[in-house]
C-alpha cells in the first residue's frame, strides 16, 4: 500500500455528464440537501442494475452533521448534491423524510451499505478498492474482510499522507486506481472531506465512489457499531459520542442542536 493520492478542492470537474437519470431517484429536500428518499433495498437494487453506468460518480452518506454543514456552507452543499445521490445515514433524515410523506424512506448507513455490498460482491464478481486511513488499519482491515469475506476482490488500498498532495502525485494515484478497474471506490476520510474529495475527483476515477467516514474502522473491527435497539431508535450518534466524545461532543452539540432548531422554524 502506497501514501498516495489526496486533491480536495471544492469544485467537481467540469464537464461530467451522468449516464443515468438522476431524476428517477426520490428526493426529500433538507436544509437545501436533496436526500434520497430510500431504503436499503432500493439501494441495493438499484446499485445492483446501474454499477457500470455509475463509474466516476459519487454518493455521499448523509447525516445531521454533513447536513446542517450543507446548510451553511453553499459550497459544500453543492457537493452534496453534485453526486448521484446523497443517502440518509442518518435516522432523523428518514425520520423527517416519511413525516414529509416519504413512507418507503428509511436510514441507510454507511456501514451497512457496505456490508450488503460485500455479502453479494463475489457472486457479482464486483471489485473493491479502499482510499483513506492509515497503513496500520488498513492492513487490518484487509485481513478482516478477508476473513468475513472469502473471496472478496479487493483491488487495492491507499493510505494518504496528511499534507496537501502536488497535482503530478494526485495524477499518479488517480492512474494507479483506475489501472485496478474497481467498481466500487470506498473513500474513509471523514466529512466534509471525503466529499469534497470525491466532487473534484468526479468524472477521473474509475468505480464508483462512495464516502464511508468510519466505515474503515468498523470493518477493521477497531471500534463496534451501536446495538441494533440503538441504531433502530435513531441513538447511533449516542453510541458513538460515547465512543469518542473528545472529538464529537463539539459537533454533535452544535449540529444537533441547530437541526432541531432550523426544523422547528420550518426550514
Known sequence: MSNVLRKTPDESVEGFVPTVDKSK??????????IAAINMEWLVDYLNKNIKNLTGDYICVSNVHTTVTSYEEPDYRAVQNGGIMAIPDGGPLATLGRKRGHQNMARTTGPSLMGEIFKISVEKGYR??????????????FQKLKENYPGLEIAGMYSPPFRPMT??????????INDTKPDFVWIGLGAPKQERWMAAHQGRVTGLMIGIGAGFDYFAENISRAPEWMQKSNLEWLYRLLQDPKRLFKRYLHTNTKFLWLIARGK
Not at 131 to 136: F, L, N, V, W
Not at 169 to 176: G, I
Request: net charge negative; hydrophobic share 35%.
Open 25 to 34: 431517484i426520490p428526493t426529500c429536500n433538507i436544509l437545501g440537501v436533496n
Open 128 to 141: 473493491h478498492y479502499f482510499y483513506g486511513s492509515t497503513e496500520e488499519i488498513l492492513e487490518k482491515l
Open 167 to 176: 497535482d503530478e502525485e494526485d495524477e499518479a494515484a488517480v492512474k494507479a
